[in-house]
């Protein structure tokens, strides 16, 4: 059989769509639903890697990006944090891509342009054929509610997200602070805009715009600046190595991270406190109510890790 990636007549094994190191870092996710059935996110592979891409190239790819995501996007954030977040551009964009070609395969999408971008994936070449752009951000829950109401997704993959042209919600009178959701929402059009995707690591937000063939870099370069006008992401860019994240969700879409809002939008959304009295606050009370939630969450990663260590000295005892 053919490997998806080297193009080579290989031994096929399963890649995980979402990395197994990252149910690692958060084994309270790994249960997984699809329509009506219910499986561990671990089983969740495509079986088209060969095995050499599997476990040497693509391998290295999520030992970069586990590694960074336990380093600032297990913890949670406060809403009003900033984050000074270092990244290695090269090998973040080829994990993200990877991960969303992997994805785009499993959901039978149209992989044209990845397929075209596989030497810059596999590190053939630092250049890739088709450009792309990334933005990131922090995932802060703002929601009353605590977050296994949600079904706790914590990672999770979602080609073309709804890109809210003006906001979610608007005002009706200010003086009296009523709000509702806007009539007949509208997405925001970028010019040559291939696909878009969301990702979602715990607290890191990831966007990729992928770009059509055509593109001119100045075009690029336009719809860059409309997204940082108008939304709270932060672009990463490829001449750089430290970035400052802030966050890019509110209390109605921290659960349905596929719609993404105006930095206005978000400032309207925050001034409802969701719907309840002013004297109450909504993260104090979601905080009350996942006490025993948040103990559990402790005591699953810490067992998870226990039975880590335990298998790695296992593996050491057998050399």
Not at 171 to 195: A, G
Request: aromatic share 12%; hydrophobic share 35%; glycine share 2%.
């Amino acid at each position: 059989m053919v490997c998806t990636y080297c193009k080579e007549k290989r031994q096929l094994t399963g890649e995980h769509l979402i990395p197994k190191s990252l149910l690692n870092l958060f084994p309270e996710c790994d249960i997984n639903y699809v329509s009506d059935k219910c499986f561990k996110g671990d089983r969740i592979v495509i079986n088209d890697v060969c095995n050499i891409c599997n476990n040497e190239t693509l391998s290295e790819l999520d030992t970069y990006g586990a590694k960074m995501v336990k380093e600032y996007f297990v913890k949670t954030y406060a809403a009003t944090d900033y984050l000074s977040f270092q990244y290695d551009f090269l090998t973040l964009s080829k994990w993200l891509l990877k991960i969303l070609y992997n994805v785009a395969r499993s959901n039978k999408n149209d992989t044209t342009w990845f397929e075209k971008n596989l030497n810059y994936i596999l590190g053939k070449t630092e250049i890739p054929l088709l450009h792309f752009s990334i933005f990131s951000g922090l995932s802060i829950d703002m929601n009353p509610l605590p977050e296994f109401f949600f079904d706790n997704l914590k990672l999770g993959v979602y080609f073309n997200p709804f890109i809210v042209k003006d906001s979610v919600f608007e005002i009706i009178e200010s003086k009296k602070l009523t709000f509702k959701v806007r009539d007949n929402l509208e997405k925001i059009s970028f010019s040559k805009l291939s696909q878009s995707c969301i990702l979602r690591f715990g607290s890191g937000m990831f966007l990729v715009f992928l770009w059509d063939p055509d593109i001119e870099k100045q075009e690029i370069q336009n719809n860059e600046e409309i997204m940082l006008s108008k939304y709270p992401y932060t672009l990463l860019k490829s001449n750089l190595k430290i970035a400052e994240l802030k966050r890019v969700t509110h209390a109605f879409n921290y659960h349905n991270y596929a719609i993404i809002d105006t930095a206005p939008g978000m400032y309207i959304v925050d001034q409802t406190n969701c719907f309840l009295p002013y004297d109450i606050n909504p993260i104090s009370e979601r905080e009350k109510e996942s006490k025993d939630w948040n103990r559990h969450v402790k005591k699953v990663r810490e067992n998870r890790e226990t039975r880590r260590k335990k298998e790695r000295e296992k593996r050491k005892r057998k050399r």
